[in-house]
Each structure stands twice: as C-alpha cells, then as structure tokens.
C-alpha cells in the first residue's frame, strides 16, 4: 500500500495516523497502526520494549521514513514538515545527543533563539528544578539532572504539540511528581502531548487517553479508566478463611461480599478489596497480546 492509498487522517486532529507501517529491512515493526489525538489531550503510548513506540512517534516528529500509511501532525505531514512547521513542535528524545561543554542557561538560551515566541529561560530552569545548577555544565550533571535539561529543551520554544519519549527515566520520585505538575501546566495552557512511558502510574496521573502497542500492533486504546474494558475493572475480594486458605471473588458489589462473609464466618483473614490498577489491565493486554502473536506464528 502506498501513502496514498490508505484512509484519509482527520484535519481537525493535532495528530492523525492511519495504517501506519513501517519495515527495517525484512523486519515489520508497524504492522498498520492508527489514532488520532485530538488537539489540547495528553495520550500516552504504552507498550512493552521493542513494541513499536519510538518508531512512531519518531515518524511524527519527521525524524523517520514510513514505509506506508499516512500521518498529520499539525495539518502537516511530517515526512514534508518545514522549518516553520518544525517550530511549533517541541520534542524530547529517547536518548539525547553528547552534552557539550556548555552550561545549562547558555543551552537553553541558545535553543530559546530558534523560536518566533520562547519562554523565559530561568523560568524554563526553575520549572525543571533546575535553579541551582543553570551556571553547571550540562557534561558535569548526573543522568537525572541532564534528562530535565532534556525536557526543558522540549518546551522552552512554547511548542503546540509536545513529543516525549520516556521523559523521566532517570529521575528520582520527587522529580517525578513535579514533572508531572510541568506537564499539567502545560496542559492547562493548550499543549497537545504525546507521551511514551513504561511508568503506568504516569501514564494514569497524566493521559487523557492511552493506546497499547504489542509487536507493532494496537492492542487498545481509550479513556484510562475505560481501557481494557469494564470488565477488567471488576473489583477482587481476597481473604482467608479460617483454616488459611486463600479465596478470592470478583464482584461488582465488594461491600456486599465483605458483609456477607462477616455474617457467615465472622472477620474475614487478610482481607482485600483490590480495584485493578491501569498496569494490572496493561498486564493483561499485553499477555494476551503476546498469546495472539504466538498462535498466529
Ligand atoms: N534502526 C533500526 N533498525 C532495525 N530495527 C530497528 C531499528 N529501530 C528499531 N528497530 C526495531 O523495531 C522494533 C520497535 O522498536 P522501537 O524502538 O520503536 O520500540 P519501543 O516500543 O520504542 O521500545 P522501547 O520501549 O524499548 O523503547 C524493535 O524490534 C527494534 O529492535
């Protein structure tokens, strides 16, 4: 199939893809994916290594070919996206280049420069914790502190739509929390974001929508708490009865099923009511993911 070929991408979208495929050789490591995020959303694209997640997102930010299918991103298809195009974009690779020999504030002065609108600079370091170390060199920093250079360097140019590829590896949990803050704020202002993670409880606290992706395919995609479907959601009562062995329920009426044991068997041992977490659901999309794919070998 041939770009042109494939069904036409929504233009009101800030992103659109359809069939979206893309061959290394004789390997396929999209096998026909598509979405759209509508403009203003934070979506998350999750997926086990080697699912297929960089390589999209990184066909969205124009820094790879696909071999079939269409995408727009911003009205624009990414394989023709110019420099004006370019400039609303902000986008935080996987991995980041050598760090030069330069200090924090001179990199992100520097970047600050392509912009027609950039934010405040040491307002940019302060957002990203980073106050203290703007007169460090950025070679000097741990991993931790050198990914929130990354981020900065991401939104500093106030993009429209914002690319990040597993943006807090490295940091520690309290850089986290205020990352995800970051990342609300720019929500608020209107940033459409595309995040990828393998932090589900990120993916939880930020998205609007998630999709799975398993072995280049699309496994699932919705509202977080609608993923995987309601009944992935029923909440497990776990207990012991009074010889220790384990029981468990799934009930839509947990309450009920915890009043009903105490009725019988008076106070339940190791009680639990437990509601499945997005990564519990995940779990399962992938598994049987994987379980799809090796029948299908
Ligand atoms: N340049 C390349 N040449 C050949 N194969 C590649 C190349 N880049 C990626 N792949 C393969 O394509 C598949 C998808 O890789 P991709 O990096 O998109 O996965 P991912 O979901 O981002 O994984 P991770 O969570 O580990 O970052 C993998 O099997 C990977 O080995």
Redesign the pocket.
Known sequence: MTADESPAPDPAAAVSVRDLR?D??S?T??HGVSFDIAKGETFSLL????????????ILEGYRDRTAGSAQVLGMDPHRGGVSWKARLGIVL?SSGEPGNVTVHEQLAHFAGFYPHPRDVDEVIAAVGLTDNAKTRIKNLSGGLRRRVDVALGFVGRPEMLFL??PTTGFDPEARREFWELIRGLKREGTTILL?T?YLDEAAQLSDRVAV?AN?RLVDIGAVHEIGGADARIPIVRWRDAIGQQHEERTEHPAATVAALLARDGEPLDLEVIRPSLEDIYLELVKDADADAEVAA
Do not use: M, V
């Open positions: 893309k290394y050789g390997f490591a999209l997926g086990p290594n080697g699912a297929g997640k960089s390589t999209t997102i990184e996987q590829d597993e990828t393998h992706i280049g």
